[in-house]
C-alpha cells in the first residue's frame, strides 16, 4: 500500500489566494482527519469525516476553510481567501477499524 | 477538554542509554492511545497503538505502557541509537476517533 498520499507537498501563495490541499486515503480506511501544526499551537485537528460524511468541523478556524470528501478515495481542504497566519503544515491521516492513525507527507503552506 | 502533556520536552542522551518518554492525560475515558515519531520536516509515524483494555505494546526496541486509571503512558527505548533521534509525540484518542496530542519530546541520542 502506497500510504496516504497528499499534494503537493509545498505551496507558496500570495495573501488572497485560493490554495487546495488534497488528500488520498488508505484503501479501506473510513474515517479521514485533516490535521494542522504549527509551531506555536502544535497538532490540532481541523475536521474529521466518516465513510465520506464530515462528522466534527469544530476545529475548522474560520468560514474561509472548508473540506469536502467526494468518495472514500479523495478529500480536499480549501482555504479562500488564503492569509499569511494560515501558513503551516496541513496533515491528512485515515483509519481503519482499529482505530491505528496513519499519517500523510503532509503539506507545507507558505502565504505571502 | 483532553489535555495532553509531555515531559521532558527535550532530552539528550548517549547512544547505548535506555531511555523512557512520559505522557499524561486528563481525561481517562480514552478509546486508545497512540505513540508517534516526527523527524524534521517530515510527517508522522505510527510507533504503537495502545487500545484501552491494554497494559502495554511492545514493538523491537520499544516498549509502551498505559495506566488509564492515573492517565499515564511511558515509551521506552531500549539501547537507544543515534537513528531514534527525532520528536515522538504521544495522542491520545476518545470515543469520537479524533486525536488530541502533546507537544512532544524532542529526543537527541549522541554517538
Known amino acids: 500500500d502506497a500510504g496516504v498520499i497528499q499534494s503537493p507537498r509545498h505551496e507558496v501563495t500570495e495573501m488572497g489566494q485560493e490554495v487546495t490541499l488534497r488528500c488520498k486515503p488508505i484503501?479501506?480506511?473510513?474515517?479521514l482527519f485533516w490535521y494542522r501544526q504549527t509551531m506555536m499551537r502544535g497538532l490540532e485537528l481541523l475536521i474529521y469525516?466518516?465513510?465520506?460524511?464530515?462528522?466534527?468541523d469544530s476545529g475548522m478556524p474560520e468560514d474561509r476553510f472548508s473540506a469536502k470528501m467526494p468518495n472514500a478515495s479523495f478529500s480536499t481542504l480549501k482555504i479562500q481567501p488564503s492569509e499569511p497566519r494560515d501558513s503551516a503544515v496541513y496533515f491528512c491521516?485515515?483509519?481503519?477499524?482499529?482505530?491505528?492513525?496513519?499519517f500523510g507527507p503532509g503539506t507545507r503552506l507558505t502565504v505571502l | 477538554k483532553q489535555e495532553v502533556t509531555q515531559i521532558p520536552a527535550a532530552l539528550s542522551v548517549p547512544e547505548g542509554e535506555n531511555l523512557v518518554l512520559n505522557c499524561s492525560f486528563t481525561?481517562?475515558?480514552?478509546?486508545?492511545l497512540q505513540w508517534f515519531r516526527q523527524d524534521p520536516g517530515k510527517g508522522l509515524t505510527s510507533l504503537l497503538l495502545i487500545q484501552s483494555s491494554q497494559r502495554e505494546q511492545t514493538s523491537g526496541r520499544l516498549n509502551a505502557s498505559l495506566d488509564k486509571s492515573s492517565g499515564r503512558s511511558t515509551l521506552y527505548i531500549a539501547a537507544s541509537q543515534p537513528g531514534d533521534s527525532a520528536t515522538y509525540l504521544c495522542a491520545v484518542s476518545g470515543s469520537a476517533r479524533q486525536l488530541t496530542f502533546g507537544s512532544g519530546t524532542q529526543l537527541t541520542v549522541l554517538p
Open positions: 484503501s479501506g480506511h473510513d474515517y
Open positions: 469525516f466518516n465513510n465520506n460524511v464530515p462528522i466534527d
Open positions: 481525561d481517562s475515558a480514552i478509546y486508545n
Open positions: 491521516a485515515s483509519s481503519g477499524l482499529a482505530n491505528e492513525q496513519f
